[in-house]
């Protein structure tokens, strides 16, 4: 018998046609939903070909069970070329069809990239990658491997007819085969790698790995919940307040909408409209309609996670079922050993191997994930991203706070949502009280007419006006001015919240109001996410005393966060922004109007945040315009026409980001990736080589995800020392380093969120050189020191910090 996997607890072998068969099948199963089911089977078959090789097998049972005879070393055998090698030896040749060439690039790079990143077609360095890996010549034992897989899994008949379906397959996708072949081979590799890890994960559990595809009978429980929630909402006291009938009213409108067939919808609801419960009430209705799989917020921050998924799991009374996802704690690309990842490390596991497999999968039926998330499964390196795209079709999306994508991701924002409506069989729904002109640029985002949901948002936006602008714009404050401003006025105010554009600046002035012993609150993101809840609902108690005091914070707060305070100070920034602002001031109507104050901050440095410096320079003229005739904006600066004309005069002043710019390349992410017939490395190729580039497929996958960051700055997550010494940071260090089961670690990774922080490239420096940081695992994930983090301002760069005893 020829073994693919020992199992770690008692060294029961799992065999190499089981793998592929079981494999097979989950993939195919993956692949239906967009009638894909060979093409992701194929790469099921195929993907370890080579643990039918003598060499494979005398490696692995010597890692196993003789390690110190061991002949092999790790990297000296490689498993996952021959199956792409079989593909590209029968169908990529002279008399080969375009359509089974393309089906051999395709799959045949799933294949060979199955433990790393997709290779290049080609490469910055003017060589194709996926070539060079799937006609390597020496590959020992290679006939004797594929003479052992027609003997034990699949004649060479059946394999030939069962090629010529997944050939089929693509035929029928028409031109899109090629114009959306980037999506393609992404899809095929997360079906693939979705597949492989969750048979190997089964078998180290001693479970099934069968998936079940009938339609999720829990949707029609929480619907019932959900309706039983708002029913009784109509019954209390203040039911039938004019604000209250008006979001009863938006609500019933997202319910019958639901009933339309899928497409990219638009729900422009005013903040503290119930946006949340209106676009989950939809969500549940159109997925018990039309047989949808999973429901998937995706949220700008994650502080908007931490509130969404608490509303959402207490009106639904929903508990395991619901997955919140917002950081990889774990960065595979620490680990991975150059392009091909752990390839060479397969068949026994480590504890680095045993965290892969223990992180989550996307197949929950309410996920609560970011927007740095969601672009990082279509673009970013590491197939643990790429491993949950799959999960996105046949689901309803929910973007809360759309206009927060980042721009230099625009364009390739725009291509993944049309590709995950239009192939995928996906409902997106954009949600937000400012929605963008997401349509008018070059990359368009294809919304369906009248894509509306709300009737009649003038009125209601006029219904739901609550606070009045004051231009403080005209001079220049610094925190010293705001600190005698807020001292003399505190008393008027009553409870104020203060928004400035950086953390520095914020942590300054924080530290004096606190001198001035005026009662004052700070939040940030250099809190882990269980430090800013703690925060925030201390916080909300304050606000329901109705006493005078400051909460000080960056744009963190601004998106979905449920607070009502009754005056609100924001540094001058987009429109968007401030309207975002202006909607946790008055926000439950309890007075006719409230202040909102927009003032010019000096002392913030803006010149590497350039948005934020655009968006300023925009809203200032607008402001200023606005004072002096309203009637301009209908009388509403946060209005429909407002934010029509900031956001057309804000993505023209940077309209050159959109395509995502990889300066040392002078190319664009979207030239490489999607619109190939751009991809400059290609000319370079026919120049530089005497016959022309032979590849139906120009993107250069590898490239692409290496230079992808969601955010300019590259972040990683490391564990704070926050929370008490079993359930907090300390305790899921522990638990991380130790022996663990893989399930186990899965709820340990799930717990680490909570106590985690990202930090930025010259942080981490930062701490390394000042030993702040303790390395685990060879670096996988790091742990903060406990004098580097403070119960005031979280991370603390100058190990400073103080970790008292909080009593919440």
């Keep these: 018998m020829f073994v693919a996997h020992y199992r770690e607890t008692d060294k ?286 995706i949220v700008p921050y994650t502080t908007i996670i931490e509130q969404n998924d608490q509303e959402v799991r207490d009106r639904l009374d929903a508990t395991d079922d619901l997955l919140e996802y917002h950081s990889n704690l774990i960065d595979e690309s620490v680990w991975d050993a150059g392009d091909r990842g752990d390839e060479f490390k397969d068949g026994h596991l480590t504890k680095k191997q045993k965290l892969k497999l223990s992180a989550e999968d996307f197949s929950a039926s309410i996920i609560f994930t970011t927007m740095v998330q969601f672009l990082n499964v279509f673009y970013a390196k590491g197939n643990r991203n790429t491993r949950r795209l799959h999960n996105f079709s046949n689901s309803i999306i929910i973007f809360d706070e759309v206009q927060r994508v980042p721009l230099h991701c625009l364009s390739l924002f725009n291509e993944a949502v049309n590709f995950l409506h239009q192939k995928a069989n996906s409902s997106i729904l954009l949600c937000t009280a400012t929605q963008p002109t997401l349509g008018d640029i070059a990359y368009k985002l294809m919304k369906n007419e009248n894509d509306e949901i709300i009737n009649n948002s003038p009125a209601i936006e006029e219904s739901f006006k609550r606070v009045n602008v004051v231009d403080k714009t005209k001079q220049q404050m610094n925190n010293e001015s705001l600190v005698v401003w807020i001292r003399e006025s505190i008393k008027d105010w009553g409870s104020t919240l203060i928004i400035l554009n950086t953390k520095r600046v914020v942590k300054e002035l924080y530290g004096k109001l606190k001198s001035e012993n005026i009662q004052v609150f700070h939040l940030s993101t250099s809190m882990c996410p269980a430090h800013r809840k703690d925060q925030l609902e201390e916080i909300k108690k304050m606000l329901e005393y109705n006493t005078p005091f400051v909460c000080v914070t960056t744009a963190l707060i601004e998106a979905g966060v449920d607070v009502d305070f009754k005056c609100v100070i924001r540094s001058l920034t987009g429109l968007d922004s401030i309207a975002q602002a202006a909607g946790r001031c008055n926000r439950n109507g309890n007075d006719d109007s409230r202040d909102v104050f927009v003032i010019d901050h000096s002392e913030e440095e803006l010149d590497k945040l350039i948005d934020v410096k655009v968006g300023k320079a925009i809203s200032k003229r607008m402001i200023r315009y606005y004072i002096k005739r309203p009637s301009c904006y209908q009388h509403n600066l946060f209005g429909e026409i407002a934010m029509r004309e900031f956001f057309e005069k804000f993505y023209e002043e940077r309209k050159g980001v959109f395509n995502y710019t990889i300066k040392k390349y002078e190319l664009t992410m979207t030239s490489i990736t999607i619109n190939t017939d751009l991809n400059g490395f290609i000319n370079e190729y026919n120049l530089n080589n005497i016959e022309s580039f032979p590849l139906i497929q120009k993107s250069s996958m590898t490239t692409a995800a290496k230079n992808f960051e969601a955010i300019n700055q590259k972040t990683i997550s490391i564990i704070v020392p926050y929370g008490n010494e079993s359930a907090g940071g300390k305790g899921i260090i522990a638990d991380l380093g130790g022996g663990k089961k893989i399930d186990e670690l899965a709820i340990t990774l799930k717990r680490s969120q909570q106590y985690s922080i990202n930090v930025s490239e010259y942080e981490l420096k930062i701490l390394k050189n000042g030993n702040a940081i303790i390395p685990h695992l060879n670096e996988a994930f790091f742990e903060l020191r406990e004098n580097w983090y403070s119960d005031e301002y979280g991370l603390d760069l100058k190990g400073d910090g103080e970790l008292r005893e909080l009593m919440y």
């Design 12 to 297: 029961k072998d799992q065999c190499v046609r089981d793998h592929l068969m079981e494999t097979k099948g989950l993939a195919e199963a993956h692949g239906a939903k967009l009638h894909m089911k060979y093409m992701a089977g194929l790469a099921g078959l195929l993907h370890d070909l080579g643990k039918y090789s003598d060499d494979f097998q005398l490696y692995l049972y010597q890692a196993v069970f003789e390690p110190e005879k061991s002949i092999l070393q790790r990297g000296d055998v490689d498993h996952a070329t021959a199956g792409g090698k079989l593909l590209y030896e029968k169908y990529y040749q002279k008399e080969s069809s375009s359509h089974e060439k393309l089906l051999v690039e395709i799959v045949g790079n799933a294949i060979i990239s199955h433990h790393g990143n997709l290779h290049d077609y080609v490469t910055p360095e003017y060589e194709s990658q996926f070539l060079k890996r799937i006609t390597k010549e020496t590959l020992p034992q290679y006939e004797q491997v594929k003479q052992r897989f027609y003997e034990e899994v699949m004649s060479e008949i059946e394999f030939e007819a069962y090629v010529v379906k997944a050939v089929e397959e693509l035929e029928q996708l028409g031109v899109y085969a090629i114009d959306g072949s980037f999506f393609i081979t992404k899809f095929v590799f997360s079906c693939l790698v979705d597949a492989d890890r969750t048979n190997t994960r089964a078998f180290e559990l001693g479970i099934s790995s069968t998936i079940t595809t009938d339609v999720n009978p829990e949707f029609n429980r929480y619907y019932y919940t959900l309706m039983q929630y708002l029913e009784s909402l109509k019954h209390k006291d203040n039911g039938d307040e004019p604000i209250n009938v008006l979001r009863r009213g938006m609500s019933d409108q997202c319910d019958e909408y639901a009933r339309k067939p899928s497409g990219i919808f638009t729900l422009s609801i005013p903040t503290g409209g119930g946006k949340t419960l209106a676009s989950l009430r939809y969500a549940l209705k159109h997925a018990m309609q039309f047989k949808k799989d999973r429901i998937i917020y």
